[in-house]
């Protein structure tokens, strides 16, 4: 599925985060020590190989909401976006601190010439966001910036499966 909303293309697929080779950006849903983990961290890392951890241990700790950036070391990617998201029921506000962490991650991608940048459903595995909300936030946040972004053309959402996929479909249908 595919929007275009003031010149940006906003597109949802059914994927692996680590396999896009033709976005310049990718973006983790980190831990606040930015070390490897499950979900996709572990992908992640796994992928980049451990150059990427080493370049990661000076900016930790992250607080939810933060995003610094990387290379991505043996990714096909240009750089690595790491986004600590909340913890659900933990970290509050929950909302306010997700729509940060895709705030924060577009305006790196904004100050680091970035054209596509691909997400995964930040916080909605091992932290515990119930997808629906979390969509809700992620298109939201999204939508809200497309006018402000100049280098970024492409933001892709990267759904690990056929209903996390459903639902952001189904959410970007009503917002847009
Ligand atoms: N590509 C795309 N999406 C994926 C992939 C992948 N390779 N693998 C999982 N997902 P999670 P969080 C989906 O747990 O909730 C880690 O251990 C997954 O199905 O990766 O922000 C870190 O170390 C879910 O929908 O991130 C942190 O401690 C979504 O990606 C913690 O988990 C996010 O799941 C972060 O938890």
């Given at each position: 599925m595919k929007r275009e909303v003031d010149g940006t293309i906003i597109e949802l697929v059914k994927g692996d985060?680590?396999?896009?080779?033709?976005?310049?950006a990718i973006v983790n849903a980190a831990n606040a020590q930015l070390r490897t983990g499950g979900g996709v961290a572990g992908a992640i890392h796994r992928a980049a190989g451990p150059g990427l951890e080493k370049e990661c241990r000076p900016m930790a700790p992250i607080s939810p909401g933060e995003a610094v950036i990387t290379s991505g070391h043996d990714?096909?990617?240009?750089h690595v976006i790491h986004c600590l998201g909340p913890i659900y029921g933990r970290d509050e506000p929950s909302d306010g601190l997700l729509a940060n962490c895709y705030r924060n991650a577009l305006r790196l991608a904004e100050d680091n010439d970035i054209p596509c940048i691909a997400f995964p459903a930040?916080?909605?595995?091992?932290?515990?966001?119930p997808l629906e909300e979390a969509a809700e936030v992620a298109l939201s946040t999204v939508l809200n910036e497309v006018k402000d972004l100049?280098?970024?053309?492409r933001v892709r959402f990267v759904l690990h499966s056929q209903r996390d996929l459903d639902v952001h479909g189904v959410t970007l249908d009503r917002l847009s």
């Open positions: 985060i680590t396999s896009q080779p033709d976005c310049e990714l096909p990617n240009d930040i916080s909605t595995g091992a932290f515990g966001y100049r280098s970024v053309k």
